[in-house]
C-alpha cells in the first residue's frame, strides 16, 4: 500500500502527515507577527481522541455488505470512520483540529474490485443506505460530507492496479483507487507517463481525478484529465457502463462526459482508459518577470493563442510574488511568470517562447526561479499547515473565464473578498492554466485566525462565489462543486440544466443514495427503487 497515501488519511487535522510538514520561512513567519498579530490557537485535538458517534448500521445492512467484502474490510472503528468522514479544505481542517466533524460514515468499505463495487451499490439501495466514494480524500469542496442522516464509506484504495498498456495506441487502462505518484511509477516502467502533476498529486488517486476533472500543473501542454479519459468503467446501483470505444465516435453524446465531473452521485467510477504520452527526454523551467500582473496576462495570452505554447505557464499578481520573494529573500518587484518545457527538444522550444516574450515586455530571470518552483511545486499545502499552527487562517478558491471577462473577475473577486475578511487580510492570485480562449484564476487567502474561522470564511467564499457570477466566471475551474459549490453550480446550470441531471440521477441511482447532497440538490429517497 502507498505509504503517500496513508500518510495522507493519517494526516488528521493537516495536509499529509507531520513528519512531513514544512516551517514558515523566516520573513513570512515575522509578516505574520508585524501585520496579523498572530497567536497559536489551541492544540489540535488528535485522532484517537475523537469519539466519531453515527448512527449503526442497521444489523441486515452490516450482514450483507459483510457478506460482500469479507469482515476484514468493514471498518466501523472511531479512528477509521472519522478519517474517512471530510476532504481538506480549511474548515474540513479546523473541524478536524476541534474534534468536531459534521458528519461520519457508520462504516468504510474496501472492496477489492468492481464487482464487490457493484454489489455494494445494489446492496446500499437495497436498504436505502447512502453511499460516499472515496479515493485520496484530498477534496476541498466539501465533496466527502453527503446529506444523508446515515451513510457508509466506499474507500477504493484496494482497486490500485494498472490494468493494461496499449503502446500502439498509447493507452493505458487505471484502477481507480491508484495513487497518482504509484500510477506515474508504472507507466514510466512502459516509457510512458501521463503528464498529470496537480497540487493533489502526493495524494490524490486516478478515480478522484476523473470524478473531478481535475486540471495538472502542465495542462497547458499534456491537457485537463478529462482531456485525457478515453474511456470509463462505471458501477451503478442499476449496473454496469462502459464508455470509450474509440479515440472520437459521433455515435450520439459522449457519455463519458456524464461521469467526469460527477463526483460520485451518477456512479463510481472503477477503471480508466487514459491517453498516454512518452516519458519527455528533457525537462527545463525558467522565471519571467512583468511589470504588473495586465501585462503578463497579456503576454500568457499571446502565447496560448498563437504559440508556442509551454509545458507549463503560470503567471502571479504583484502581491503573491511579493510574498514569494520575500520567502526567498528577494525582492523583485513586478509579476513571476513560471514557464516550463518538457520534450525532446526543449532548447528551441524555449528560445521560441523567449522571443515572444520579450517582445510582450518580459524581462528573463534565468532557470533559479523555474527550477525553485519545480522543486517545492507541492509546498502551499504544507505551508497552510504551518500557518494555522501559527494563528493564520489560510484558503483557496479558483474560478476560470474568458479572456476579456479575466480582468474585471480578477477585480470582482478580490474586492467582494476584502468586503467579507477580517481586517488586515492578503488576497493572492494566479493564472494557473490557460486555453487560447481564457484561463484560470487561483486566489489565496491569509488573515489572522478569526473567531468563528469556518462561519467567517463561508461568509467571504459565498461573496466571492457571488462576485464569480456576476463577472461572468465559472463556480469551479478545477476543485469540483462537492456541497461548497452546489447552490452556485445550480445557478451557472440553471433550472433546466439541473432537471435534465436529476433526471440522469433518477435514471443510474432511484433509489437516491450516490453521494445525496453533492454535486445536485439531495432528491427525496425513493421508497421503491425498481
Not at 495 to 522: F, M, Q, W
Request: glycine share 12%; net charge negative; proline share 8%.
Amino acid at each position: 500500500m502507498d505509504e503517500k497515501r496513508e500518510e495522507a488519511r493519517s494526516g488528521w487535522g493537516r495536509w499529509g502527515g507531520p513528519e512531513h510538514a514544512r516551517p514558515l520561512p523566516d520573513a513570512v513567519a515575522k509578516l505574520l507577527k508585524q501585520v496579523f498579530e498572530v497567536t497559536p490557537p489551541r492544540a489540535p485535538v488528535p485522532l484517537d481522541a475523537v469519539t466519531a458517534p453515527a448512527p449503526p448500521l442497521p444489523e441486515a445492512a452490516l450482514a450483507a455488505l459483510t457478506g460482500i467484502v469479507g469482515a476484514d474490510h468493514v471498518h466501523t472503528g472511531a479512528a477509521a470512520r472519522a478519517a474517512a468522514a471530510s476532504g481538506k479544505s480549511t474548515p474540513d481542517l479546523v473541524h478536524q483540529r476541534g474534534g468536531e466533524l459534521p458528519a461520519l460514515p457508520a462504516a468504510v468499505l474496501t472492496p477489492a474490485d468492481h464487482d464487490q463495487v457493484l454489489a455494494v451499490l445494489a446492496a446500499c439501495a437495497e436498504h436505502r443506505l447512502a453511499v460516499v466514494p472515496l479515493g485520496g480524500g484530498t477534496s476541498v469542496v466539501g465533496g466527502l460530507i453527503p446529506q444523508a442522516d446515515g451513510y457508509v464509506t466506499l474507500d477504493l484504495r484496494r482497486l490500485d492496479r494498472l490494468v493494461a498498456v496499449d503502446p500502439v495506441s498509447r493507452t493505458a487502462v487505471l484502477q481507480a483507487g491508484l495513487p497518482a505518484p504509484r500510477a506515474e511509477e508504472l507507466l514510466a516502467g512502459h516509457g510512458f507517463t501521463l503528464g498529470h502533476v496537480p497540487q493533489s498529486y502526493e495524494y490524490a488517486t486516478i478515480g478522484g481525478f476523473a470524478a473531478t476533472r481535475s486540471s495538472g500543473q502542465a495542462s497547458a501542454g499534456y491537457g485537463r484529465f478529462d482531456d485525457m479519459v478515453v474511456g470509463l468503467t462505471v458501477a451503478t446501483p442499476r449496473g454496469t457502463l462502459s464508455t470509450g470505444r474509440a479515440p472520437a465516435s459521433a455515435a450520439g453524446p459522449d457519455l463519458r462526459r456524464l461521469f467526469l465531473g460527477s463526483e460520485g452521485a451518477f456512479g463510481v467510477i472503477t477503471d480508466v482508459t487514459v491517453r498516454v504520452r512518452p516519458v519527455p527526454a528533457q525537462r527545463r523551467y525558467e522565471g519571467w518577470r512583468f511589470e504588473s500582473f495586465a501585462e503578463g496576462t497579456a503576454a500568457a495570452r499571446r502565447l496560448a493563442q498563437d504559440g508556442p505554447r509551454p509545458t507549463v505557464l503560470r503567471l502571479s499578481d504583484e502581491v503573491e510574488t511579493m510574498l514569494g520573494a520575500a520567502g526567498r529573500g528577494r525582492g523583485d518587484g513586478g509579476c513571476l511568470m513560471i514557464v516550463g518545457h518538457e520534450g525532446a527538444d526543449v532548447a528551441r522550444a524555449a528560445a521560441d517562447t523567449a522571443a515572444v516574450l520579450r517582445e510582450c515586455g518580459g524581462q528573463e530571470l534565468g532557470p533559479e526561479p523555474g527550477e525553485q518552483w519545480a522543486a517545492h511545486r507541492f509546498d502551499a499545502p504544507y505551508l497552510r499547515d504551518a500557518l494555522l499552527d501559527a494563528g493564520a487562517f489560510a484558503e483557496t478558491l479558483e474560478t476560470a473565464a474568458f479572456w476579456s471577462a479575466l480582468p474585471g473577475l480578477y477585480d470582482a473577486v478580490r474586492e467582494a473578498l476584502f468586503g467579507a475578511l477580517p481586517v488586515p487580510s492578503m488576497v493572492l492570485c494566479h493564472v494557473s492554466h490557460v486555453y487560447e480562449t481564457g484561463a484560470s484564476l487561483y486566489f489565496t487567502v491569509v488573515t489572522a485566525y478569526p473567531d468563528e474561522p469556518v462561519a467567517r470564511w463561508r461568509a467571504a467564499k459565498e461573496a466571492a462565489c457571488d462576485a464569480i457570477l456576476a463577472a461572468g466566471g465559472t463556480i469551479s475551474h478545477h476543485h469540483g462543486v462537492g456541497t461548497d459549490h452546489r447552490d452556485w453550480y445550480a445557478r451557472e446550470a440553471g433550472p433546466l440544466g439541473v432537471d435534465a441531471l436529476l433526471g440522469v440521477k433518477r435514471a443510474l441511482d432511484p433509489a437516491g443514495v450516490l453521494n445525496p447532497g453533492i454535486l445536485l440538490p439531495a432528491p427525496a429517497r425513493a421508497e421503491d427503487p425498481s
